[in-house]
């Protein structure tokens, strides 16, 4: 935060935060110093967005760090599309585990996820005791990404609240058989998600698909997943739209109590 504003380069998750929880995603520009086409505010390392410098994407760490009022070091993933979920306490210690969820029930550990399509999901305890990050592309979804998060938290799933966070919408998310396959196979009610656009092609939605999700895990209450990365190349980097492309961060933590 500066001068207790959002600075211009966040977007505040749009939810009924927890008392202490702060949620928020980055935006390409408004900070940052990465160079085309991975301009600018690249947040990306060498495992999500090859190409880019990795001395640029340092110094563009250190000014989210500094722009966002970070109380610690965030806890960076280097994401496998899986459904590991790792707990961690304290700050983060430069060490990328390989996992695409992370939980903490500790104050002042930001955990943070890498996206520019995928969906980026945060999870709290109504009561701002605990909070989780997770990153959910198609197979993790459909592998249980966030299940596996829901499982890994000390909160029980009727007292977690959850935004969902810029991603790929369903005005412009096209997919083959594969993908819908992977999901039918899970549940045939989720045909819904599904708009026919050419043969063996659908438009999905990746956000209906992910609240029957959560709401089957015991999660009820759960916000956003209502803005397109897709849709919105000045505020965010696609990987489906750009191919070549850097990663926006979306971070989580709570503060101690009072």
């Known amino acids: 935060m500066i001068d207790g504003r959002m600075h211009a380069a966040l977007m505040p998750a749009d939810w009924p935060a927890p008392p202490g929880v702060h949620a928020f995603t980055t935006l390409r520009h408004g900070a940052g110093a990465s ?143 594969e993908v819908r396959d992977r999901f039918l196979a899970w549940d045939a009610c989720l045909d819904g998600a599904f708009v026919p656009t050419r043969p063996g092609h659908w438009r999905v939605d990746l956000f209906a698909i992910a609240r029957t999700r959560l709401a089957r895990a015991g999660v009820a209450r759960v916000h956003g997943g209502d803005v397109c990365t897709l849709s919105d190349p000045q505020r965010f980097f696609s990987h489906r739209r750009d191919a070549r492309t850097g990663r926006m961060a979306t971070l989580a933590w709570f503060d101690p109590p009072r």
Do not use: K
């Open 35 to 177: 160079q085309a086409p991975f301009d600018t505010f690249n947040l990306g390392n060498r495992y999500a967005a090859e190409g880019d410098d990795p001395a640029v994407v340092a110094r563009n760490r250190a000014e989210l760090v500094r722009i966002a009022g970070l109380p610690a070091e965030p806890h960076w993933l280097r994401q496998v599309h899986g459904i590991d979920v790792v707990r961690v306490d304290g700050p983060g210690q430069g060490t990328e585990p390989a996992a695409d969820a992370s939980v903490t029930s500790t104050p002042g550990t930001v955990l943070a996820i890498l996206t520019a399509d995928c969906l980026p999901v945060v999870f709290a305890a109504d009561d701002g005791s605990e909070v989780a990050a997770a990153h959910a592309g198609w197979p993790g979804l459909s592998a249980g990404m966030l299940e596996a998060t829901v499982a890994a938290m000390r909160t029980p799933a009727e007292r977690l609240v959850a935004w969902i966070g810029p991603a790929a919408g369903p005005a412009r998310y096209e997919i083959g058989a």
